[in-house]
């Protein structure tokens, strides 16, 4: 069983809009699928942190998760900040058992055990100086320790996992990347940044390993982490 991430597949088979308006997105969902299956097998886990579906309600997003549940491996998701479907964690379970989505789950206030490794993460922020950044950074960091605990607990190796970069050019978001220290994290993957963006990503900073894994950053292709 090997591990791989890949964020922001921005899917909208149910929704009119497209992301290959965008520059490199042309035949994106094609891509995808054609990376996916060339590197994922069944025994395999893809997590994936973040703006999965453009739909606006779940309901809308049944053929975006059809096309998910299709593709190789079993898949972990965290929310993205367009992911406006996303509700509660009963919610959603109830939406895929309803569907019979049998190889996708989330993570949401815990972790997910796979192998040698324990899983954490959640969506995260960045502060853009709005009134109620402060207080959904201090949720976002609640969320984030919730998730560490529950994956401290069981003594493995944690990787952690965002959709929001915890640093990003010159600036720290000091809430979310306290949680992360104080739980001795050593490799931290997100999302949320695309294009030109990417030249500004940080690498490494104080211990802790990041990697930018959206969609056009990878060439479409679930990186393998462990």
Not at 40 to 47: A, L, N
Not at 177 to 186: A, T
């Amino acid at each position: 069983m090997r591990i791989f991430t890949i964020s922001d597949l921005h899917l909208s088979l149910g929704t009119d809009k497209p992301m290959d308006i965008f520059k490199g997105w042309d035949d994106y969902t094609k891509r995808i699928e054609k990376n996916w299956r060339a590197v994922v097998s069944d025994e395999d886990t893809v997590i994936i942190p973040g703006d999965i579906s453009w739909g606006m309600k779940i309901e809308e997003t049944v053929k975006d998760f059809e096309f998910i549940e299709s593709l190789p491996g079993r898949k972990l998701l965290i929310k993205g900040n367009h992911d406006l479907w996303w509700s509660t964690s009963k919610k959603i379970h109830d939406f895929f058992d309803k569907n019979n989505f049998k190889t996708i789950d989330i993570i949401f206030n815990n972790c997910a055990v796979l192998g040698r490794y324990a899983i954490a993460g959640t969506r995260g922020w960045i502060s853009e100086g709005g009134e109620d950044d402060k207080k959904i950074i201090i949720r976002e960091a609640g969320r984030l320790e919730a998730s560490l605990k529950a994956a401290s607990d069981t003594g493995l190796e944690i990787i952690v996992f965002l959709h929001y970069p915890p640093v990003y050019a010159d600036s720290v978001c000091q809430e979310i990347f306290g949680v992360i220290k104080k739980y001795g994290v050593k490799r931290v993957y997100y999302g949320h940044i695309h294009g030109r963006g990417a030249v500004n990503t940080v690498h490494e900073y104080d211990g802790v390993k990041m990697r930018l894994v959206s969609c056009d950053c990878v060439d479409f292709t679930p990186v393998l982490i462990g």
